[in-house]
């Protein structure tokens, strides 16, 4: 049968362990919102950089577009020159020139070809970081409204379990009050024990036959190895 002593810890031990379950509940609304609203930034950051990179992308397009035009004036003027060639010489000299443009002519078409893909592709990606943008905005409300929501229920939960903690500890001898005061700001719902099957079940120390005398006399007492408060359920 376990002593008073022990029935009274055990019940404070239990009520500490549901007080510390509330403030983690508590704590982690907070940390899932603000983790939800970084997602949220950075998903933000990731489309400005999208609009700057299709900015330079279209920029690259209009760049070759004015090249592929300046080429094509020139193809136009040496056609001229061409036909107004005086000599043979001269007109294989134009038409090498004709050649030559036209090749260019044709590789700017190209890279210009490929730019505009790449914009639509990055407009494409752009389109799809709009989406998950959308996504974590959704999740981050969700975070908020769902902690909001729950929040005065665990605050009155923790408020409850206090008071109800503050009446279970006053089992505490008066002599053993700081050093318990002391236990419980270092180890929260741990600074208690039970004894199982002789042992400490925090550190595993096995319990004196000594000690065990005390606790079943109801005494308020430490472990010898690890000092959290000890108690015993049967
Ligand atoms: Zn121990």
Not at 165 to 172: F, L, M, W, Y
Not at 177 to 190: C, I, P, V, Y
Request: charged share 30%; glycine share 6%; net charge negative.
């Amino acid at each position: 049968m376990a002593s008073e002593m022990s029935v009274a810890l055990s019940n404070l031990h239990r009520l500490l362990q549901q007080l510390a379950e509330a403030e983690a509940a508590l704590a982690d609304g907070p940390r899932a919102v603000a983790l939800a609203e970084k997602q949220v930034a950075q998903a933000e950051q990731a489309i400005e950089e999208q609009k700057q990179t299709i900015k330079a992308n279209r920029k690259a397009a209009d760049d070759l577009n004015l090249k592929l035009k300046t080429k094509e004036a020139e193809l136009a003027k040496v056609t001229g020159q061409l036909n107004s060639a005086s000599s043979n010489k001269e007109y294989d000299i134009f038409k090498g020139q004709i050649e030559t443009a036209k090749k260019d002519r044709g590789e700017i078409e190209e890279t210009a070809l490929g730019a505009m893909e790449e914009i639509d592709a990055a407009q494409a990606k752009l389109k799809q970081l709009e989406i998950e943008l959308q996504v974590r905005k959704k999740t981050a409300q969700t975070a908020k409204a769902d902690f909001e929501a729950s929040k005065p229920e665990v605050d009155a939960q923790v408020g409850l379990v206090q008071s109800q903690i503050a009446a279970a500890e006053k089992v505490i001898p008066g002599e053993g009050k700081a050093a318990w005061d002391r236990l419980r700001k270092a180890h929260g719902a741990s600074a208690l024990a039970v004894m199982e099957d002789g042992f400490c079940e925090a550190c595993s120390t096995k319990v004196t036959n000594q000690d065990m005398v005390r606790l079943r006399m109801s005494d308020f007492m430490g472990c010898r190895g690890c000092g959290r408060i000890l108690y015993f359920t049967e």
